[in-house]
């Protein structure tokens, strides 16, 4: 049971803390708004949370972070407290009680990809470029690349990140295999047509510009730096590979939740009002938020560059801009619900490119979810916010089992039941189906 200790000056309860001096890691990502913000508007300290945030120099050293306690929690891509807790790489309990925010990532070509690329993109009626560009337009380069026998090379930030998937999924539903994983071979390259390799994000315009990489999957602002610097051409937004999927978690360790409970609904309560007030009256704020993520502290790009996409917009070849009010989405259609379809979707890729090497049960998927992603904690959470006046019932999706609803807002068309995994992972062309595994640089049947 929750108990109370004094009311904040606004009016509110504050719980009776097991820990109230926290640090926190992120990556220098506009995704990492809710903690800046939370930082900033002084919600954690309503929640009387003296709050330390510290960028960190890749996904590992913060992973590495919360494992070890050096950090109290952080910005994770979804996959890691999912990869940590089933023992892919680090092994460890890792939960996540908030889910950061939804889309966000594209992936961008160099400009000697793209014009190899765009002969084979339809025109609109307007005069535009059709979107979403389908990954089949990238055959052609593939092909001019092996004929010059140079490797066609894309970037992404981590193994189990979005941007491995998304990226992954965009080329395989173009018919592009982007190569498996198995125990011996984690290189994720075996049977690749593209190779895919990580690459931290702010490194990421340089290394294009430098020829070691031809493209890249990331988050913001680092598409939209490569089209102020005319280095390269975004092509696609997560958000067309899939319609408001998720993005990144809070994550913390499973006994820091256990040891600091009242913590951990204050650490979630000050990050739900921070998303609420990055998205609340169509995005009024964004404009405030840009000039705070701008800061060297936070992300540390140029302000327009943030605001190119942190605004509602999106800007693919240069001048073409268009509007994508959805973009970065941090509250609206319950993005900070931690649903466990989200991470059963991600646990399929997993089993799909063969970082989990053997055919799991239907069942497996949802004691791993339930496991690592926690709506209890967060409607605790969302409850007292509602109770002090500082939310909308109605911005909470109560009634939920913890299951989005099936989804055929894939790039592909292809439909997405977080209830039944197999039959998902049975149903795409590219990738290991039930029975299968990877050995030896070969596909065989278990």
Excluded at 123 to 131: E, F, S, T
Excluded at 324 to 349: C, E, G, K, M
Aim: glycine content about 8%; hydrophobic content about 40%.
């Amino acid at each position: 049971m929750l108990t109370l200790l004094c009311a904040t000056p606004a009016g509110a309860e504050m719980l009776d803390l097991e820990k109230d001096e926290l640090k926190f890691g992120f990556i220098k990502l506009t995704d990492m708004a809710p903690l800046a913000v939370a930082y900033e508007k002084g919600y954690f300290e309503d929640e009387g949370l003296f709050v330390t945030l510290e960028a960190q120099a890749n996904w590992k050293v913060l992973l590495d972070g919360v494992i070890t306690g050096q950090l109290d929690g952080a910005h994770m891509l979804a996959g890691q407290p999912l990869a940590a807790t089933i023992g892919f790489g680090t092994k460890a309990h890792i939960i996540t009680p908030f889910s950061m925010d939804l889309n966000g990532n594209g992936m961008t070509v160099s400009n000697e990809v793209w014009e190899m690329m765009k002969p084979n993109v339809p025109v609109g009626a307007d005069g535009k470029l059709v979107h979403p560009i389908s990954a089949s337009a990238l055959k052609p380069a593939l092909e001019a690349f092996k004929t010059q026998g140079r490797p066609f090379n894309l970037g992404m930030v981590f193994p189990v990140s979005t941007h491995n998937y998304e990226l992954r999924y965009w080329l395989a539903a173009g018919g592009i295999n982007p190569g498996f994983y198995s125990a011996d071979d984690t290189s994720g390259q075996i049977g690749a047509e593209a190779l895919l390799s990580v690459t931290p994000p702010p490194q990421m315009p340089a290394t294009l510009e430098a020829g070691t990489i031809n493209g890249y999957m990331v988050g913001e602002p680092w598409n939209q730096a490569a089209v102020f610097k005319g280095i390269g051409v975004p092509v696609v937004t997560d958000y067309e590979i899939w319609k408001n999927n998720p993005e990144k978690v809070f994550g913390i360790t499973a006994e820091f939740a256990e040891a600091n409970p009242n913590t951990t609904i204050a650490i979630t309560k000050a990050l739900i009002r921070a998303a609420k007030w990055l998205d609340e009256n169509d995005n009024a704020n964004r404009p405030e938020a840009v000039e705070i993520l701008a800061r060297p502290d936070y992300v540390g790009a140029d302000a327009a560059v943030i605001a190119n996409s942190m605004t509602g917009t999106f800007e693919y070849e240069k001048g073409d801009k268009r509007d994508i009010p959805d973009f970065n989405v941090f509250y609206r259609h319950f993005a900070t619900y931690p649903y466990y379809s989200d991470a059963v979707w991600y646990l399929t890729q997993m089993r799909r490119w063969g970082q989990i090497g053997e055919t799991q049960a239907d069942s497996w998927y949802d004691e791993v979810a339930r496991s690592v992603y926690r709506p209890d904690l967060y409607l605790k959470a969302a409850q007292m916010l509602v109770d002090e006046g500082l939310i909308e019932a109605a911005d909470v999706p109560w009634d939920s089992d913890g299951y989005r609803a099936a989804t055929n807002e894939f790039i592909d068309g292809v439909s997405y039941d977080g209830r039944q995994p197999n039959a998902y992972l049975d149903s795409l062309a590219i990738g290991l189906k039930s029975g299968e595994t990877v050995s030896g640089g070969e596909i065989l049947s278990q």
